[in-house]
T-cell receptor, first 112, second 113 residues
Framework: QQQVKQSPQSLIVQKGGISIINCAYE??????FPWYQQFPGKGPALLIA?????SEKKEGRFTISFNKSAKQFSLHIMDSQPGDSATYFC???????????FGKGTRLSVIA | DSGVTQTPKHLITATGQRVTLRCSPR?????VYWYQQSLDQGLQFLIQ???????AKGNILERFSAQQFPDLHSELNLSSLELGDSALYFC????????????FGPGTRLTVT
């Protein structure tokens, strides 16, 4: 049972464009939703995270939008750059020291 | 650099063998998580330790075991290795003050031949 569904599997965006990756979750007990960025040969790096008490969080060019009623959240990368080309994972967990449940990942390619 | 270290970086071994992967969490982090990343299954949680005690178990095979030592470093032991165990193995640690945030190490790439 996949508890966090992520789409699309791959994404090609022009430099300067907006990259949008979507995730949906099933378990309403989840209350922490991070996004990780992974470059080839590296470990996942925490990018940005949100809790259900806010509908949007922005850090630089990265924004998470959260829809609690739909059980969906998304990552927007504004002004996408070739250096943003990586695999992005959404995840979810419950309060405290609990394991992350990951989506399957989205491979983003930003082309000039 | 997340501050989490893992050794070795690469490991090549034969089927039936046993290997040990090592992880040192960030300074002060008490929680250590182990994850397996494969092409078909994505990132899957294996096991969690908190201050030396097992805290949670995921889809970890009986052939796999782990422990966390008093200095908080952790080891993941994989035995009777099969071809399907070839994957990237990551450990992550989280701080007490922000327990939900997990910081990943660079991983160990295991190849079973």
């Amino acid at each position: 049972q996949q508890q966090v569904k992520q789409s699309p599997q791959s994404l090609i965006v022009q430099k300067g464009g907006i990259s949008i990756i979507n995730c949906a979750y099933e378990n309403t007990a989840f209350d922490y939703f991070p996004w990780y960025q992974q470059f080839p040969g590296k470990g996942p790096a925490l990018l940005i995270a949100i809790r259900p008490d806010v509908s949007e969080k922005k850090e630089g060019r990265f924004t998470i939008s959260f829809n609690k009623s739909a059980k969906q959240f998304s990552l927007h990368i504004m002004d996408s750059q070739p250096g943003d080309s990586a695999t992005y994972f959404c995840a979810a967990s419950m309060t405290g020291n609990t394991p992350l449940v990951f989506g399957k990942g989205t491979r983003l390619s930003v082309i000039a | 650099d997340s501050g989490v270290t893992q050794t070795p970086k690469h490991l090549i071994t034969a089927t039936g063998q046993r290997v040990t992967l090592r992880c040192s969490p960030r300074s002060g982090d008490l929680s250590v998580y182990w994850y397996q990343q494969s092409l078909d299954q994505g990132l899957q949680f294996l096991i969690q330790y908190y201050n030396g005690e097992e805290r949670a178990k995921g889809n970890i095979l009986e052939r796999f075991s782990a422990q966390q030592f008093p200095d908080l470093h952790s080891e993941l032991n994989l035995s009777s290795l099969e071809l399907g165990d070839s994957a990237l193995y990551f450990c992550a640690s989280s701080p007490l003050s922000r327990a939900a945030e997990q910081y990943f190490g660079p991983g160990t790439r295991l190849t079973v031949t």
